[in-house]
């Protein structure tokens, strides 16, 4: 089971589920596949698929909740009261592509 659904209060149920994309991640993948033959490649593709498979971000009925991290984790919660601005970065790529980078500020605390 996951950390969100982990961590869902009673009455509160998930509206949206975000992930991380494998865009993202293009230098350490492109990275690894060069490095591939001296083996320290492996390590670069490791990272990759790590940090894409180990973020878990939602957006409930209640609140917006982020979890990063595979060992180390951080989390994010932040009540949906509180979020005052939000903020989209798509470059030329990221448009022909669909994906981006979302900035999410409340109350003192920043989500990317």
Not at 48 to 74: H, Q
Not at 82 to 105: D, H, P, S, W
């Amino acid at each position: 089971m996951s950390y969100i659904d982990d961590s869902l209060i009673q009455g509160e149920r998930i509206l949206h589920r975000a992930r991380v994309s494998w865009w993202s991640q293009f230098g350490l993948i492109v990275l690894g596949l060069v490095l591939l033959v001296v083996v320290i490649g492996l390590f670069f593709l490791v990272a990759a698929w790590i940090r894409v498979r180990s973020t878990e971000i939602a957006i409930t009925n209640l609140r917006l909740i982020a979890k990063f991290g595979f060992i180390k984790r951080d989390t994010v919660e932040i009540n949906l009261e509180k979020i005052e601005a939000l903020k989209v970065e798509q470059g030329f790529l990221g448009r022909m592509l669909n994906y981006g980078t979302v900035f999410i500020c409340g109350a003192g605390t920043s989500v990317a």
